[in-house]
């Protein structure tokens, strides 16, 4: 890998795209450590630690610390994020941008144009939320103005993050908002390792020590190793071509296949099963109810929709919660794979084109029969995000380690993720090149 790498760098395309992408990424790191003008940091880092919603410490992982710094940086790229799903979701809604998602290139970039906008509407409204929400405490001097101020400085931050995203994607190695995602929870590595060190090494005696490190990082390679099959695996559908006549020449004939990915839906189902679980949560915080000793039904329920509560063997009540995550873990993720493939639209494209699956007739059949396989495959990839995804939380209840640590759950999918697919861009540089790859070595 390394004698490859020093060979990328000897071609002066990927060098300058690498040393571009390094740039722009000592730009995040720098603007995130960039207090905000007018805001009362300290209010925001008390009332941080008082949160015990995953949520939350999800939030502040993807946004590299930014938040809880309230620095320029501290909405990050989740609007940006955001704003991609929904329009997405908008896509099987309104016609007109399903019509675009299919015209190309150009609806490519109308769409993205309207991703962009939607960014900054979504950034206005979180920025001006926070500022009023918080109210005196949040704002050193609260006036109508600095709220504006503050909420402009935010938004700002967040376009200038989407335009960073998108000059990686264009200029650097590519994946951009990806990259910059990878690199907000790395920064966070090193209070993770202290995490671990404290709970499992420090103050033992040194065998129980070093076997709590070997047995900490052979759980780390699993995990990595199983997130890598999970995110590559794939079930390639063999298609054939009928021969047909052209003109005078008869074309047609060549054999193909259909890539379905296990984990078709990516992270996405823990994203939205988590946000859904911890939004009664993030309400109870906001208008202060303190449910850390309920005596009322609502405060039970919030408690067992609370991350933090479930597996904890002095109240196993509240894995219930952990019972209702797994099940909107898997209603997302036939949900979400439902909207971005279409049995029908593939297997009517390919009867227009002349192709068939061997042993399956064209029309429904392959509609039928592609629906079976790619619902088989959603179980496989929600049972194998389940498995990743409640690792963290286990470790929390039974030992009190931190759900957000991001050597494993969500965290560890989008590293692994992202790693393995800038590795492909950059692979597939070089094989133009006629280098030997990132993944071959």
Known sequence: MFKTLRNALKVADIRRKLMFTFFMIVIVRIGSQIPTPGVNAAFVAEWWSN?????????NTITGSSFTEMSIFALSITPYITASIIVQLLTIAIPRLEELQKEGEEGRKVINKITRYLNIGLSVIQSVSMAIGFGSSFLIHYTWYNVIFVAAIMTTGSAVLMWIGEQITEKGI??????????????????????LYTTFVSGKAIALGIVSVVVILALLLALVVFVIYLQDGERRIPVQYAKKMQGRKLVGGQ????????NTAGVIPVIFASSLLSFPGIIASFVGLNYSAPSTI?????????????????APIYSIGLVIY?????????????????????????????????GIR??????????HVLNYLIFIGAAGLAIVAVIPIVLTGLFGVGSSLCFFGTSLIIIVGVILETLKQVESMMLVRYYKGFLSD
Request: proline share 8%; glycine share 6%; hydrophobic share 40%.
């Open 51 to 59: 949160q015990t919603s995953s949520a939350f410490n999800f939030f």
């Open 174 to 195: 590519g994946n951009g908002i990806s990259i910059i995602l990878l690199v907000n929870i790395i920064s966070d590595m090193p209070t993770d390792f202290m995490t």
């Open 255 to 262: 054999s193909s296949h259909i890539p379905l990915k296990v």
């Open 298 to 314: 609502p405060g039970y329920i919030i408690k067992a929709l609370t991350q933090s509560y479930w597996c904890d063997p002095d």
């Open 326 to 358: 797994l099940v909107l873990l898997v209603f997302f993720a036939y949900f979400y794979t439902s909207i971005t493939f279409n049995p029908i639209e593939v297997a009517n494209n390919m009867k227009k084109q002349g192709g068939f699956i061997p």
């Open 362 to 371: 064209p029309g429904k059949p392959t509609s039928e029969y592609l629906e």
